[in-house]
């Protein structure tokens, strides 16, 4: 599903003049997620495209672009024109994790040119409210008990969120049916009434479907909005992490104007200092986490022979 919306705003409320020399940003900037509205990347790119909007004097529209864990939209930024006006947001795995699942993508890493990090985000294991499983322990024990009957839901097969469920499943010695869901907000609803028996995603969940109950999250630290939400580590899975699974970025495609790189590279820190990108990190509990263009790149690199250990260990091939 391809859906889009418009954060317009007029030339006069730039912060500054676009230069002389050259005539970019010159027309409405495209902005690709890979997944639904509402899910998580997609909060933190509208409110990244807002501060974009601000600092170019243009329109920015994001576009939601859903489908095959996210490769799709990573792929249609590929191709894209490499002339600055599209570009990508969204989180790494479709760089570092897909490219060991999928022989058939229509993109390769240097296929792109990355401009920033902004946000670093971690995963939460969670049920829905009339769960009978309050704690992860517990629900570990159902699984041992029933082996392959207890399913989960996560945003597609060999996602960051599908190898974390994984990761956990197979440290217990026990085995979890994987359900893989296009649309996150179709997924909040199956957990909710029951469906499923626990769901694997971003902490947007326990705060975007009600009565969600978190059981783990993966970051290094309880979250501040759920203090009560134990980590992974203090339960005794300290090697269940996600090297290189929690970036959010942004990137263009390889060959994108010098002039383009320049502004872009030097407007990612402006656009994530405002009220808007802020409040977006703390609604989905995602500290924005600036890194530059080549430090962000260097990071994903290292983490892709990484992840490809770690696949090999869950066993997680190609769907």
Not at 53 to 79: F, K, M, W
Not at 82 to 90: E, K, P
Not at 203 to 232: F, Y
């Amino acid at each position: 599903m391809i859906r889009s919306s418009a954060v317009v705003v007029l030339a006069a409320l730039a912060t500054g003049p676009v230069s002389a020399q050259d005539s970019y940003p010159a027309r409405p900037i495209n902005i690709v997620v890979p997944f639904t509205a509402g899910a998580q990347p997609d909060i933190l790119a509208r409110a990244f495209a807002d501060g974009l909007a601000r600092l170019a004097g243009q329109a920015t529209v994001v576009i939601n672009r859903d489908g095959a864990s996210g490769t799709i939209a990573v792929e249609s930024v590929a191709r894209a024109a490499a002339d600055g006006y599209t570009l990508g947001f969204g989180p790494a795995g479709q760089f570092t994790l897909q490219p060991h699942i999928r022989r058939d993508l229509g993109y390769r890493f240097d296929s792109f040119e990355f401009l920033c990090q902004t946000n670093a985000s971690g995963m939460v294991i969670a049920v829905g409210p009339n769960s009978p499983h309050t704690t992860l322990a517990q629900l570990i024990e159902a699984a041992r008990k029933a082996p392959g009957r207890l399913n989960f839901g996560s945003a597609g097969h060999a996602t960051v969120p599908h190898l974390i469920a994984e990761s956990i499943a197979v440290a217990a010695g026990v085995q979890f049916t994987h359900v893989p869901f296009k649309n996150i907000g179709d997924m909040y609803v199956q957990a909710v009434n029951g469906t499923l028996d626990f769901i694997s995603s971003t902490p947007t969940a326990l705060g975007s479907a009600r009565g969600m109950r978190g059981l783990a999250v993966t970051h290094e630290s309880r979250l501040a909005g759920h203090p009560d939400v134990p980590t992974l580590r203090e339960l005794g899975f300290a090697q269940v992490s996600s090297p290189g699974l929690s970036a959010l970025g942004v990137y263009a495609p390889r060959g994108i104007p010098a002039a383009a790189v320049a502004f872009l590279r030097g407007a990612c820190p402006k656009a994530l200092d405002t009220p808007a990108a802020r409040a977006a990190a703390e609604k989905t509990q995602t500290p924005i986490t600036y890194q530059d263009g080549p430090a962000y790149a260097a990071s994903l690199a290292r983490d892709v022979g990484r992840l490809g250990e770690l696949l090999a260990t869950v066993g997680l091939k190609a769907p």
